[in-house]
């Protein structure tokens, strides 16, 4: 079965480091790639970075220099490396494949990982 679990959040002062996982099983693979998102609580969830297949790093502009996205294809894990973190960057951070799974014609997403960072 389908299932991304994401760890690693917790509650940080503003310039502080978080380092996030997300496990990939039943027939996801992280390495086909896979993106990073985060939904602050009555927002739309965005997407804030992606690694694809190739290796190929990409990020929004609000966490370019600050976050990185790396994987371990032997853990099936992707990782979201966050650095100096702003008040701003507090939300629950998910991750997907990249194309977003489908499951039951409906999105599939785990349960998040929430990020408090405080000022």
């Known amino acids: 079965q389908v299932q991304l679990v994401e760890s690693g959040g917790g509650l940080v002062q503003a310039g502080g480091s978080l380092r996030l996982s997300c496990a990939a099983s039943?027939?996801?693979?992280?390495?086909?790639?896979m993106d990073w998102y985060r939904q602050v609580l009555g927002k739309q969830r965005e997407l804030v970075a992606g690694?694809?297949?190739?290796?190929?790093?990409n990020y929004e502009e609000f966490v370019r220099g600050r976050f990185t996205i790396s994987r371990d294809n032997g853990e099936n894990t992707v990782y979201l490396h966050m650095n100096n973190l702003k008040p701003e960057d507090t939300a629950v951070y998910y991750c997907?494949?990249?194309?977003?799974?489908?499951?039951?014609?409906?999105?599939?997403w785990g349960e998040g990982t929430l990020v408090t960072v405080s000022s």
């Open positions: 690694i694809t297949h190739d290796g190929d790093t």
């Open positions: 997907n494949r990249h194309p977003i799974i489908r499951r039951n014609d409906k999105d599939y």
């Open positions: 039943g027939g996801i693979f992280v390495a086909n790639g």
